[in-house]
T-cell receptor, first 113, second 112 residues
């Protein structure tokens, strides 16, 4: 049972480059989330998709876009990477939106030079 | 004031010790509470949900105090493998903002 799978695990970008982080879950969950985690700041919600076909901004959406491709997949795109986007990115999913237990992928460590 | 606040620690305890963490939350409308565990450079994983009546899972006990707006986690007979960061998670409550808020975590180091 894979749970939540994120790719890639590591990435180094130059300022201005673009990339897409992929996330897929096999638990038939309705809701999916993208977080970033920085030292001392905890997890901060970037975007979420409460259900297939919907996406909404979280706490720190600037510089990111998302696509809920289908019920399984939720991607995060950096159009023009900046050093401030150096972080660890986690994708998560839950059966229902908001109050439910969230299950996390292994994370993507991104460095923007 | 942060929505969810935790003492960052680290709490440095010997094996076999009992250790307790508290976490305060600001929104009295919050209804869901969890403790997650995060190992170094790994993803957060659910440790336990926190119910109004309190709950216990082996060496771990979680309590909720709605009046004072805090949750606690008690770990008895600490093991070396308990060394990790413990994240307090609370839903934000309210009519249009049912999302989970993660605390910054409390780091626990269990020494031999």
């Amino acid at each position: 049972n894979a749970g939540v799978t994120q790719t890639p695990k590591f990435q180094v970008l130059k300022t201005g480059q673009s990339m897409t982080l992929q996330c897929a879950q096999d638990m038939n969950h309705n809701s999916m989330y993208w977080y970033r985690q920085d030292p001392g700041m905890g997890l901060r919600l970037i975007y979420y998709s409460a259900s297939e076909g919907t996406t909404d901004k979280g706490e720190v959406p600037n510089g990111y876009n998302v696509s809920r491709l289908n019920k399984r997949e939720f991607s995060l795109r950096l159009e023009s990477a900046a050093p401030s986007q150096t972080s660890v990115y986690f994708c998560a999913s839950s059966e229902i939106w908001g109050r439910d237990i969230q299950y996390f992928g292994a994370g993507t460590r991104l460095s923007v030079l | 004031r942060k929505e969810v606040e935790q003492d960052p620690g680290p709490f440095n305890v010997p094996e076999g010790a009992t250790v307790a963490f508290n976490c305060t939350y600001s929104n009295s409308a919050s209804q869901s509470f969890f403790w997650y565990r995060q190992d170094c450079r790994k993803e957060p994983k659910l440790l336990m949900s926190v119910y109004s009546s309190g709950n216990e899972d082996g060496r771990f006990t979680a309590q909720l105090n709605r009046a004072s707006q805090y949750i606690s986690l008690l770990i008895r007979d600490s093991k070396l493998s308990d060394s990790a960061t413990y994240l307090c998670v609370v839903n934000s409550g309210g009519d249009s903002s049912y999302k989970l808020i993660f605390g910054s975590g409390t780091r626990l180091l269990v020494r031999p």
